[in-house]
């Protein structure tokens, strides 16, 4: 489980740059994907345990879902200088196949107005790559992922299992100590009402990135510690 394992490195340099004589209390936090539950725990909303429960679940739960899935993730960038149009990428990765068929793709991350990254089924993706090109965009698959995260078919039953681990109270989270960014709604969240809903949301949603970074600079953000 490859997200456990960034989860606890990331707990580890924490507590040290915590002892450390550089340590500056931070005023916000945020979390790409999964990052965001770790994010949590740096604002205090997720402590220890419940934050590695929630990572462990969630990464079981993916590789699981992908499993019967079979889908990848495609990196799409502009071939100039302007900035990417998200209504002209829904329309490539929604293109009608040769079959008259509506693909499994969906954007999966906006990270910028130059980074989109989405996700869906393995067997489309060189479709999909192909529509992407001819409406002007670079598109790549990322070769470096195993799954179609936040892909809102793929990801349906994460979503489920996480919403019921927080119904049931197996996994416990409070109103953060210090601003939280979140992917879900690209905004600072504090109401442990929302954020229990927020949380597992995200994992078949598109992750607001862009939007979260945006938020920070908003706050008057100018150091980033990563």
């Known amino acids: 489980n490859p997200q456990l394992s960034i989860c606890m490195y990331n707990m580890a340099w924490w507590r040290q740059?915590?002892?450390?004589?550089?340590?500056?209390?931070?005023?916000?936090?945020?979390?790409?994907?999964?990052?965001?539950?770790i994010a949590g725990f740096f604002a205090r909303s997720l402590d220890e345990e419940n934050c590695l429960k929630y990572?462990?679940?969630?990464?079981?739960?993916?590789?699981?879902?992908?499993?019967?899935?079979?889908?990848t993730m495609i990196r799409i960038k502009p071939l100039g200088e302007k900035?990417?149009?998200?209504?002209?990428?829904?329309?490539?990765?929604?293109?009608?196949?040769?079959?008259?068929?509506?693909?499994?793709?969906?954007?999966?991350?906006?990270?910028?107005?130059?980074?989109?990254?989405?996700?869906?089924?393995?067997?489309?993706?060189?479709?999909?790559?192909?529509?992407?090109?001819?409406?002007?965009?670079?598109?790549?698959?990322?070769?470096n992922v195993s799954g179609a995260y936040h892909n809102s078919v793929a990801m349906a039953s994460v979503k489920s299992a996480l919403d019921a681990l927080f119904t049931a109270n197996l996994i416990?989270?409070?109103?953060?100590?210090?601003?939280?960014?979140?992917?879900f709604t690209g905004n600072f969240e504090n109401d442990e009402k929302k954020l229990k809903v927020y949380l597992p949301a995200q994992t078949n949603h598109v992750v607001e990135w862009g939007e979260d970074i945006e938020e920070m600079f908003a706050f008057g953000v100018t150091e980033v510690v990563e």
Request: net charge positive.
């Open 17 to 37: 740059y915590r002892a450390s004589p550089i340590y500056r209390p931070p005023n916000v936090v945020a979390g790409h994907s999964g990052g965001e539950p």
């Open 83 to 143: 900035p990417l149009s998200l209504g002209k990428i829904a329309g490539c990765l929604k293109k009608k196949t040769a079959k008259n068929e509506t693909t499994s793709w969906e954007m999966a991350n906006v990270n910028s107005s130059r980074q989109v990254i989405a996700s869906g089924k393995i067997d489309e993706a060189d479709w999909v790559i192909g529509n992407l090109e001819e409406g002007g965009f670079l598109a790549d698959i990322l070769r």
């Open 55 to 71: 990572v462990f679940n969630r990464g079981h739960l993916m590789l699981v879902a992908n499993i019967n899935f079979k889908g």
């Open 172 to 183: 416990s989270i409070k109103k953060p100590a210090i601003r939280w960014a979140l992917n």
